[in-house]
């Protein structure tokens, strides 16, 4: 199994929701990401995980939280969204630990969220 | 903080045409990678390079990372409607595990 897999592909949510990201992989990768893709812009870093620990947290609104429950999942949990968070997530990983040698990022398809 | 910026933003190319897009970092990097983006899809990962001067070849794409590991370029020869997407560059720090990505070069092949 060489895929990251995220679900839902597509979400709705209203401002006063709350909703949660999945992401799984089996590829037995240490280190894994969410990014945040608007239209047309480069997916932007929000959460890194190595080993089941948050690593780099990029000054992330704390409507979004994180969470890895074992090496193969990685979750976001969303709460009191605004419409301007509506955008491509995208969950990735990658096979070394930080701070090794330099590995290549798998992405998962994205979560594609609207906040109504 | 640590940017990476590319040139062009948009890049539309006659079929068969070559064309080159170019990443430029504000700090030495340890490695860079560059990964392709379809309309609607999701960013694959291309190549990686890590040695100074390095140059490495796909079939019609060949990438290269500058000589002082602060700039990168990749250049697509004979190009096809398949080669459509936006293509990122991204690098990263050393020892880090944060990878910046670029603008990233919006490719539109005329056929």
């Known amino acids: 199994d060489t895929e990251v897999t995220q679900t839902p592909k597509h979400l709705v949510m209203g401002m006063t929701n709350k909703k949660s990201l999945k992401c799984e992989q089996h590829?037995?990768?240490?280190?894994m990401y969410w990014y945040k893709q608007k239209a047309k812009k480069p997916p932007e870093l929000m959460f890194v995980?190595?080993?089941?620990?948050?690593?780099i947290n990029e000054s992330v609104p704390s409507r979004f939280s994180p969470e890895c429950p074992n090496s193969s999942l990685l979750n976001l949990h969303l709460h009191a969204l605004q419409p301007e968070d509506s955008a491509l997530y995208l969950c990735?990983?990658?096979?070394?630990?930080?701070?090794?040698?330099?590995?290549?990022?798998?992405f998962g398809q994205g979560t594609r969220l609207t906040v109504v | 903080g640590q940017q990476v910026m590319q040139i062009p933003q948009y890049q539309h190319v006659q079929e068969g045409e070559d064309f080159t897009t170019y990443c430029n970092s504000s700090?030495?990097?340890?490695?860079i990678q560059w990964y392709k983006q379809r309309p609607g899809g999701h960013p694959v990962f291309l190549i990686q390079?890590?040695?100074?001067?390095e140059v490495k070849k796909q079939k019609r794409l060949t990438f290269q990372f500058g000589e002082a590991k602060k700039n990168s370029s990749l250049h697509i020869t004979a190009t096809q409607t398949t080669d459509v997407g936006t293509y990122f560059c991204?690098?990263?720090?050393?020892?880090?595990?944060?990878?910046?990505f670029g603008g990233g070069t919006r490719v539109l092949v005329k056929p």
């Open positions: 700090t030495t990097l340890s490695n």
């Open positions: 990735a990983s990658s096979p070394k630990p930080p701070g090794t040698a330099v590995t290549e990022a798998f």
């Open positions: 390079l890590v040695k100074s001067g």
């Open positions: 590829m037995g990768h240490r280190a």
């Open positions: 991204a690098g990263r720090k050393a020892a880090g595990n944060k990878l910046t």
């Open positions: 995980y190595s080993y089941e620990k948050l690593s």
